[in-house]
């Protein structure tokens, strides 16, 4: 059974840091394009950040470019989001994600709609 497994949410002052965790069970992640996304309260998914299967691509989206770092260990079968200088609006369900579409391989894209393995999510809430 393939499955992703967030952990590492939490609470955390603005200007904090967390670092997420999505370990992979089932599968090798080492041959999938993944993705984080994140849902807050009321409002549509957003992707955060992603790299594709061969590695050679990685996206962040606007709001967390500089802050945000993706990365993923093959040999644990993990990936993880390395969130700084924490802001309020950084608060919500973060969920990470895996596809291995052939178009993934070398691209990546911030649509959740594109990867058909997500995780269960991980509150992050960003307040003093």
């Known amino acids: 059974q393939l499955q992703l497994v967030e952990s590492g949410g939490g609470l955390v002052q603005p200007g904090g840091s967390l670092r997420l965790s999505c370990a992979a069970s089932?599968?090798?992640?080492?041959?999938?394009?993944i993705l984080w996304f994140r849902q807050a309260p009321g409002k549509e998914p957003e992707g955060v950040s992603c790299?594709?299967?061969?590695?050679?691509?990685?996206y962040y989206a606007n709001s967390v470019k500089g802050r945000f770092t993706i990365s993923r260990d093959n040999a644990k079968n993990t990936m993880y989001l390395q969130m700084d200088s924490l802001k309020p609006e950084d608060t919500a369900v973060y969920y990470c994600?895996?596809?291995?579409?052939?178009?993934?391989?070398?691209?990546?894209?911030?649509?959740?709609?594109?990867?058909?393995?997500w995780g269960q999510g991980t509150q992050v809430t960003v307040s003093s």
């Open positions: 994600a895996a596809d291995s579409d052939s178009l993934l391989y070398r691209l990546c894209v911030l649509l959740p709609t594109e990867y058909d393995y």
């Open positions: 089932g599968f090798t992640l080492e041959n999938y394009a």
């Open positions: 790299i594709s299967a061969s590695e050679s691509t990685t």
